[in-house]
């Protein structure tokens, strides 16, 4: 059983940054396919980026595309949301999860069989 723990949330002005970071209990992290996904009251959770277990491929949503990063540090069993230029709409619980397998990216939620407790970003204008 993977257990995940988000940290990095808070308030920041909109144009502002923050960094979101996912620690994983165990080792065999390093073979999942890491997302973060997005959710506000009343909505869907929606995907937000994927990596690959080795970090050399990943995928955004093109609301995020250009603005956020996704990375991983296989060694410290992290991986971590860069957000830049954020906007009022980038407001939302921000949850990473772990595929449990081996696999290429994630875009659905039904890929992952492990999620976080979730860390709140809001973004002021």
């Known amino acids: 059983q993977v257990q995940l723990v988000e940290s990095g949330g808070g308030l920041v002005q909109a144009g502002g940054s923050l960094r979101l970071s996912c620690a994983a209990s165990?080792?065999?992290?390093?073979?999942?396919?890491m997302g973060w996904f997005r959710q506000t009251p009343g909505k869907e959770r929606e995907f937000v980026a994927t990596?690959?277990?080795?970090?050399?491929?990943?995928a955004y949503a093109n609301s995020v595309k250009g603005r956020f990063t996704i990375s991983r540090d296989n060694v410290k069993n992290t991986v971590y949301l860069q957000m830049n230029s954020l906007r009022s709409e980038d407001t939302a619980a921000y949850y990473c999860?772990?595929?449990?397998?081996?696999?290429?990216?994630?875009?659905?939620?039904?890929?992952?069989?492990?999620w976080g407790q979730g860390t709140q970003v809001t973004v002021s204008s």
């Open positions: 165990e080792r065999t992290f390093s073979r999942y396919t």
């Open positions: 990596i690959n277990w080795s970090g050399d491929s990943s």
């Open positions: 999860a772990a595929t449990g397998v081996t696999y290429g990216l994630g875009y659905s939620q039904s890929s992952y069989a492990y």
